[in-house]
């Protein structure tokens, strides 16, 4: 029927066909035919064999496939196996790291509650949760989760935890009214959600909606209808594999073209023997320039980042997803538990005359209550302290490595202060035990508790602070118990006010002496709640992480702005954001009713200006996911709630909480975060910079040298020269160059300035200005040189020729390998890594086997060089050295005249 929340109790039970007794069980199991499981319905998995398909499916792996093929058709077997293995290899290593996420993230999935106790046949019955239908009345205590959407009928000082539903951080007092139609999800105080817990108190419900048809199913749905769209690097490497195709063909093209029209020339017509050889020579020099190893050193890269993320508690489960963190520009978070712990901590409290600011984040009880920068003292705080754990219904237990709360938030934070403060709550609680109490409620926000004391008995009071000022009519100072003044009244309320500007939940505490008085049976309010003395002031506020806080400042200098997306409300979100340097002077807050109100026009044009969005609804954080996109953003999106999902999913990497995460927010993510920390993100970003700049280094390493024996060997052929290298001599330089060395650039360290640079353009080509330029220089400068030295080694005889060119690609390959180590830094900055060096010195040194052993240099058609033939191998081979390091100061230049931190990133 919908808008159950609008409705009276009596007209849901009518429209619901139920009673307060519950259903018959012969009516359940009839609905549970007719409504289907209480279930969520998930994504379809992806099988085994369909990952692995994907491997198969990019353009440069269909060319490699087609180059395995044309290897062995032409007599190349051993280049055609070379590149069948690098094929399997590379396929298997992505199916292995993206199979080995899924299952990874399997042991992270926390799945409803399992069971749920109702009323059926008019008694108090345990159900397993699934079986859940409309018209059940549930039986709601603290620490149930709530498997289904359901209206209240009875409450206790109810209090249910929404955050994994609305992003709201503190629990939720429910009640029973009948509220408008128009009213949100988030401010439906008589409704209880699937996937919700009940945090305080006592309750019933009768069930309204299960499964997909609950709140939490409407936005499953949603977010399965949501189409992944491609991310950077597979955008990028398509662009490289047509690339590379074009380059294939058109060499074959070209080289076949002039070899058949030079023939014909010369010879006045072409043969068939001899068409047949040049179309063989074009296919195998074309199927030379393709940079075998790329999809391997992409596959490798990106599980050797999986691996070392996963170690930093990221666990990301699409690898290419790695590579597109490395150049997000915006990144919209969610408040609770990612930027902040979740867990609410006292930061300030007052006592009269004296403010005490308290240090420490979430439960944990490590900190310190200084004043004026030092360990304050005062027989108040432990009497302060001493009530936070006697009116108080929580628990504070360390358990699998971590401290947690059983029972409300906020009590958890008071006994935290109460251990930073000196005092053990067992030992206090022990030492003083409960007489009586007088139970917090919505109306009365206040809660008693009356224990024994040395004196005689005493009762506790914490509250909202105008109720419990208005019952108080002393004050304790320093020096004693005084009477209260009016002023001293104004004084207090004036700290509070001060406090909630700040955002921080303010609680006053006071106590009262009972001496004399007989506490039998029921405790009334009007006994105790009068002449209290007034103690103090406790603020407290679910702060920001201290690492998130650094993460944000590294964000911002690096050029990623950072945006925080709450159900909070707007006063707190504005606070907490301020703190940790998100929202500053100029920048816009919008809450959801104003973003409503707003065309996606007016939107788009503010969005760049907004930093904090209060109350937002699913539809909302969708809403300022595109309008980021539409300005040609790579936008992260960080949760853990169901409200979270549909946007993560649609954002270009989706993030979601493997602590606090629902289970619809991981499916629909990229990357799971298993310490729900925002800092790890910024350390995601930095691997997803370096995995891209190491494909960009092997890449354009690979293209230089390939390009060059195109270039050396096609134009030998058209200048109607003998094949300069034949085809064994080519494919064991592509080995040494396409082998170890390679896969030491795919690996090398970052560049020192990785996390100093601005986010490149999401639209930017792999192949940049600098890269262009090396691929220009080199090839276009060198080329003729190599040339040159083979037609001057002709005059002695063609096999000297061939090891002299030989020797000189080799060589001039490795120092090339050397000088990629960075394309933008010299190398005597960004010094060659171990590998990399390692890697050339065993290429060289299997080189040398090669023309020292006379079987295999007969095999491969070489000679042993001369003196003369290895001094112009090593003049030749430095050359690149010189006209890189060239290369790269221009761009270091360029770089930093048009970089927005330049002189921070170049200096």
């Known amino acids: 029927m919908g808008d159950w929340h609008s409705k009276q109790i009596d007209v849901v039970f009518k429209e619901l066909n139920s009673r307060s007794e519950g259903l018959d069980s012969s009516e359940a199991r009839a609905r549970l035919q007719r409504y289907g499981f209480n279930e969520l319905r998930e994504e379809e998995k992806v099988s085994p064999i369909s990952i692995l398909l994907r491997q198969f499916t990019s353009i440069l792996m269909v060319i490699l496939i087609a180059a395995t093929v044309v290897s062995a058709l032409i007599g190349e077997v051993v280049d055609a196996l070379a590149i069948l293995a690098i094929l399997i290899a590379s396929a298997f290593l992505g199916f292995f790291q993206e199979y080995r996420a899924e299952r990874a993230l399997e042991t992270l999935k926390k799945m409803l509650s399992p069971t749920i106790t109702v009323l059926r046949d008019g008694k108090e019955v345990e159900v397993p949760s699934k079986e859940l239908v409309p018209g059940d009345v549930m039986i709601l205590e603290a620490g149930d989760k709530i498997p289904a959407d359901g209206r209240l009928i009875a409450v206790s000082n109810l209090q249910v935890d929404e955050s994994a539903l609305t992003g709201e951080s503190t629990p939720i007092e429910k009640k029973l009214e009948a509220l408008p139609p128009s009213t949100y999800v988030a401010d439906r105080a008589n409704m209880v ?49 047509r690339w590379l195709g074009i380059l294939c063909l058109s060499v074959c093209f070209l080289v076949v073209g002039f070899g058949v029209v030079r023939e014909y020339l010369l010879e006045g017509g072409v043969g068939f023997g001899f068409l047949l050889e040049m179309v063989l020579f074009g296919v195998a020099l074309a199927v030379a320039a393709v940079p075998e190893a790329l999809p391997a050193i992409v596959t490798g890269a990106l599980a050797i980042s999986m691996r070392e993320m996963a170690k930093n508690r990221a666990l990301v489960r699409r690898m290419p997803a790695v590579e597109t963190l490395g150049c997000v520009t915006v990144i919209c978070s969610d408040k609770t538990g990612t930027l902040t712990k979740g867990e609410m901590t006292v930061r300030e409290v007052y006592l009269p005359d004296k403010t005490i600011h308290v240090t420490g984040v979430g439960y944990e009880p490590v900190g310190s209550l200084l004043h004026d920068g030092e360990a304050a003292k005062d027989e108040r705080i432990s009497l302060l302290s001493d009530a936070a754990i006697l009116c108080n219904d929580a628990k504070l237990e360390f358990q699998n490595g971590s401290w947690r709360v059983v029972g409300d938030p906020t009590e958890g934070a008071l006994l935290t202060l109460a251990v930073k403060a000196g005092r053990g709550v067992e030992e206090v609680r022990a030492k003083h035990p409960r007489l009586g109490e007088v139970p917090f409620s919505s109306e009365r926000k206040m809660m008693t508790t009356i224990h024994t004391a040395l004196e005689g008995v005493v009762a506790y009071v914490k509250g909202a602070p105008e109720l419990v000022l208005s019952k108080c009519s002393q004050i304790h100072r320093d020096g004693g118990v005084s009477s209260m003044s009016e002023a001293e009244r104004e004084e207090v309320l004036r700290v509070n006010e001060r406090m909630a500007e700040r955002a921080l939940r303010v609680l006053a505490f006071a106590y009262r002496p009972l001496n004399g008085s007989k506490i039998n049976g029921e405790v009334k309010a009007e006994q105790v709640e009068r002449n209290l003395i007034f103690l103090g002031l406790v603020g407290m506020i679910d702060p920001p992480r201290p690492e998130a806080v650094e993460a944000v400042k590294t964000a911002h200098r690096v050029g990623m702005k950072t945006v925080m997306i709450t159900g909070d409300h707007k006063l707190t979100a504005i606070a907490v954001a301020k703190e940790m340097g998100i929202f500053k002077e100029g920048d816009l807050a919008l809450t959801g009713d104003e973003l ?52 993560i999913k649609t954002a270009d990497v989706g993030i979601a909480m493997g602590i606090t995460g629902t289970e619809v927010t991981k499916e629909a993510s990229d990357v799971v975060l298993t310490d729900d920390n925002f800092a790890t993100i910024i350390k995601a970003v930095e691997k997803g910079r370096w995995i891209y700049d190491n494909i960009k280094k092997y890449l354009t390493y690979l293209l230089q040298c390939n390009l060059i024996e195109i270039l050396v060997i096609g134009g030998g052929v058209l200048l109607g020269l003998p094949l300069p290298l034949l085809p064994a001599q080519i494919l064991w330089v592509n080995l040494t160059t396409d082998g170890l060395p390679a896969l030491a650039l795919g690996v090398s360290p970052a560049d020192p300035d990785i996390m100093e640079r601005p986010p490149r353009n999401p639209k930017e080509s792999i192949f940049t200005r600098e890269v262009k330029a090396m691929l220009t220089a080199i090839p276009t400068i060198l080329s003729p040189i190599l040339l040159s030295a083979f037609v001057k080694d002709l005059a002695v005889s063609l096999e000297e020729a061939r090891t002299t060119l030989f020797l000189i690609f080799v060589f001039f390959e490795l120092v090339v390998a050397l000088n990629c180590r960075s394309l933008i830094h010299s190398v005597f900055k960004a010094h060659p890594h171990r590998f990399l060096w390692l890697s050339t010195i065993i290429s060289a040194a299997l080189t040398l086997c090669v023309l020292d052993l006379p079987s295999v240099r007969d095999a491969f058609g070489v000679t042993t060089p001369t003196s003369s033939d290895i001094v112009l191998a090593a003049i030749l081979s430095s050359a690149p050295l010189a006209l890189l390091e060239i290369l790269k100061l221009g761009v270091r230049r360029e770089k930093g005249k048009t970089c927005p931190i330049g002189q921070v990133w170049w200096g």
Do not use: C
């Open 193 to 241: 959600f699937s996937g919700t817990i009940v945090t305080y108190g006592r309750g019933k419900a009768i069930v309204t909606e299960t499964g997909m048809s609950t709140e939490f199913g409407k936005i499953a749905r949603d977010v399965l209808a949501i189409r992944k769209e491609e991310t950077p690097l597979e955008r990028r490497m398509a662009h490289v594999g």
């Open 596 to 647: 409503e109100n707003m065309s996606d026009e007016e939107f788009e044009a503010q969005v760049e200006k907004v930093t904090v969005y209060a109350r937002v609804s699913p539809i909302h954080k969708l809403k300022i996911v595109n309008a980021w996109k539409k300005k040609g953003e790579v936008v992260a999106v960080t949760g853990d709630g169901v409200n979270d999902a549909p946007a």
